[in-house]
Structures are given as structure tokens and as C-alpha cells.
Nanobody, 123 residues
């Protein structure tokens, strides 16, 4: 089992950048593929990015490609989401999630979730 705690959210102006962190504890991080999802008010949770257990493979939602970068440091047991060129429509609660096995873009496929961190992008 793994526990996930997100941090790094906050208020940022459009065009700005933020880096989210997901600190993990429990079972070794390299046992899991990791993902970031987000949920805006009144909307369903959506996929943002995923990374394989080794960090060798990454996968992004189309609207995030070129703006967001997912990475991981298994030694530090932390996963990151670097976000740049932020837009007001990026405003959401961002969740970190872990999955045994191959990474996935479906929220239902994830085994463990953090409680989220709020990102607000002002226009």
C-alpha cells in the first residue's frame, strides 16, 4: 500500500508556472506507475499525465502536451508535475494517483489517490 500527499498548488496568473509535488510513503514508489488527474468545479475528473514506474515512459492528455511535464524521483519517493503557460481553464483540484502495473489514463484503473491540491489560475 502507498500513501500520497500532494502539495504545491496555489494561485497563479495566466501564463505563469507551478510545480506540484506528490510525496509518497509506504511501499516503495518504484512498484507503481503514477498519474496526475484534475477535477474542475462541476466537471468530471480528467486525466492529465502519467509516468511509468521507471520514469522511462510518459503520457499526456492532448491539452497538456507541451505545457505540462511529469517526472519522478524514486529515491525521494516523489512525483512531480511541472505546469507552465497556465490558463484559467487549468483551474482545478489536482490529484496524484498510483497504479500497480502499467500506467493508465483512466481514473478507474488507479489503485491509490491523494486528497488533492487546488490550483487556481487567474486571468
Amino acid at each position: 500500500q502507498v500513501q500520497l500527499v500532494e502539495s504545491g498548488g496555489g494561485l497563479v496568473q495566466a501564463g505563469g508556472s507551478l510545480r506540484l509535488s506528490c510525496a509518497t510513503s509506504g511501499r516503495t514508489l518504484s512498484s507503481y506507475a503514477m498519474g496526475w488527474f484534475r477535477q474542475a468545479p462541476g466537471k468530471e475528473r480528467e486525466f492529465v499525465a502519467a509516468i511509468s514506474w521507471s520514469g522511462g515512459s510518459t503520457y499526456y492528455a492532448n491539452s497538456m502536451k507541451g505545457r505540462f511535464t511529469i517526472s519522478r524521483d524514486n529515491a525521494k519517493k516523489t512525483v512531480y508535475l511541472q505546469m507552465s503557460s497556465l490558463k484559467p481553464e487549468d483551474t482545478a483540484v489536482y490529484y496524484c494517483a498510483a497504479k500497480v502495473g502499467r500506467y493508465a489514463a483512466e481514473a478507474d484503473a488507479m489503485n491509490y489517490w491523494g486528497k488533492g491540491t487546488l490550483v487556481t489560475v487567474s486571468s
